[in-house]
């Protein structure tokens, strides 16, 4: 079997900012601040990250239950902000993913930095939820750092099947940190560059496996690019 581990933002959609929108909005609600702005980019960061940074800079500190408890609040914030932002979904992404279902060999996995309840409102918003094995994928309640993530799905993967290699996980990404996160688990890693806010050579220095323009209309196509 091969797994296709796919990250969520910059690579399967565009929510035109409605997450951060979302987690401002949280921060408000938490903190009463207004005017939060983020100043540093959250591309290909954990949600629990982003929240654990956000605090601590608004206070000095933070516990875990303060991140906890921004992000159940900022799950719960998300939707009206998908709803209102109004995102869209990457050239060929139900394409591509409708062939890795009906396709022998492979099978679809999330390795997202966001928490699981923000990745199962964004995929259901963009009607795409029903694509993945979320009991195998590891999310960003997980840990701070994207490497933690790709360990911890890596031994889910090897408990179910102890045979595979590193080499049958491909990470389907749009960041610098899906080319680390790969290799720290020995993974190839596949990246996208349609909705990557990095350039191609920013992300070649990090090495990936493979970087491509875009998904490809012709499914043949993907199977070539995954060989």
């Known amino acids: 079997m091969n797994y296709l581990l796919w990250d969520i933002d910059g690579t399967l959609l565009l929510t035109n900012y409605a997450g951060v929108s979302a987690m401002k909005a949280t921060i408000n609600d938490l903190y009463g601040l207004d005017n939060f702005e ?16 956000a605090i601590t800079g608004i206070q000095g500190h933070c516990t875990q239950e ?11 914030r998300l939707p009206d902000f998908l709803v209102a932002k109004k995102g869209h979904l990457l ?31 964004k995929l ?23 490497d933690d993530l790709s360990t911890a799905l890596w031994h889910k993967i090897k408990a179910q099947d102890p045979d595979v290699t590193p080499s049958q996980l491909i990470v389907i990404g749009d960041t ?18 349609t909705g990557s806010s990095y350039t191609r050579e ?14 490809p209309a012709d499914p043949q196509e993907l199977a070539a690019a995954l060989a």
């Open 38 to 53: 983020f100043t540093y980019s959250m591309a290909g960061r954990t949600d629990t990250y982003i929240a654990r940074k």
């Open 91 to 121: 050239p060929h992404v139900k394409e591509s993913l409708e062939w890795a279902e009906k396709t022998p060999g492979y099978t679809s996995l999330l390795l997202t930095g966001n928490c699981e309840p923000a990745a199962r409102s």
């Open 66 to 76: 303060e991140v906890e408890t921004m992000l159940q609040a900022y799950a719960k």
């Open 202 to 215: 920013d992300l070649e220095a990090c090495h990936p496996w493979k970087i491509i323009q875009e998904l």
């Open 124 to 146: 259901s918003y963009f009607g795409i939820g029903g694509d993945f094995d979320y009991s195998l994928s590891a999310f960003g309640e997980i840990s701070e750092l994207r």
């Open 176 to 193: 610098p940190h899906d080319i680390t996160c790969a290799a720290a688990i020995g993974a190839r890693s596949l990246i996208i560059l």
